[in-house]
């Protein structure tokens, strides 16, 4: 699976959108990317997924780069209950092994 | 979206002894689950996947004798820790692959806290 790069950590204020980026710059053509969190002393949490169009669901925005070497999460606004750690995750989709990197600590800020 | 549920969801346990732990994908049939382990303040490890019906699959590291797992039905798959030690002390994951709208995804459940004693 191709690696990703996120930042370490990244603060946010609540309310307002926070914007996860994610480094794939050697993704093959069929890898997704995949974007999940975990909460603290929880199993992690699906969030959305995409190929290389954008997508869109009740808890995020994906943004897939034309040459998919990156990617965004948006959260559009968001919430105490949002702090957790993020993964940005390539992976094959028949084979389906998630390998998880360190993540991006995201707290969100009164 | 699909719900995994585990149990239990902590276990203490003396030295040498086997731990079971449980995982069910609660409203859909799941022909492959996966098997996480996770360390404080570190991310999480595959340890295995499992398929229903046949042999799990293990990853490099992992010894398939000390880790059983089966996978009996198609919302059941189980792992048990044999002879545990204080060094398998972790948090244990499972996860469940979902077909939905014709998307896959996994979906994971709350996870087993293991402590070792």
């Known amino acids: 699976d191709a690696k990703t790069t996120q930042p370490t950590s990244m603060d946010c204020a609540e309310g307002r959108a926070a914007n996860l980026p994610c480094n794939h710059s050697t993704i093959s053509g069929n890898e997704y990317v995949y974007w999940y969190r975990q909460i603290h002393s929880q199993g992690p949490q699906y969030i959305i997924h995409g190929l290389k169009n954008n997508e869109t669901n009740e808890m995020a925005s994906l943004i897939i780069t034309e040459d998919r070497k990156s990617s965004t999460l948006i959260l559009p606004h968001a919430t105490l209950r949002d702090t957790a750690v993020y993964y940005c995750?390539?992976?094959?989709?028949?084979?389906?092994?998630?390998?998880f990197g360190a993540g991006t600590t995201v707290t969100v800020r009164a | 979206g699909a719900v995994v549920s585990q149990h239990p969801s902590w276990v203490i346990c003396k030295s040498g002894t086997s731990v079971k732990i449980e995982c069910r994908s609660l409203?859909?049939?799941?022909?492959?689950m996966f098997w996480y382990r996770q360390f404080p303040k570190q991310s999480l490890m595959l340890m295995a996947t499992s398929n229903e019906g046949s042999k799990a699959t293990y990853e490099q590291g992992v010894e398939k004798d000390k880790f059983l797992i089966n996978h009996a039905s198609l919302t059941l798959s189980t792992l048990t820790v044999t002879s545990a030690h204080p060094e398998d002390s972790s948090f244990y994951i499972c996860?469940?692959?979902?077909?939905?709208?014709?998307?896959?995804?996994?979906?994971f459940g709350p996870g087993t806290r293991l402590l070792v004693l």
């Open positions: 409203d859909f049939q799941a022909t492959t």
């Open positions: 995750i390539a992976a094959i989709y028949n084979d389906y092994k998630l390998s």
């Open positions: 996860s469940a692959r979902a077909t939905s709208g014709g998307r896959e995804t996994q979906y």
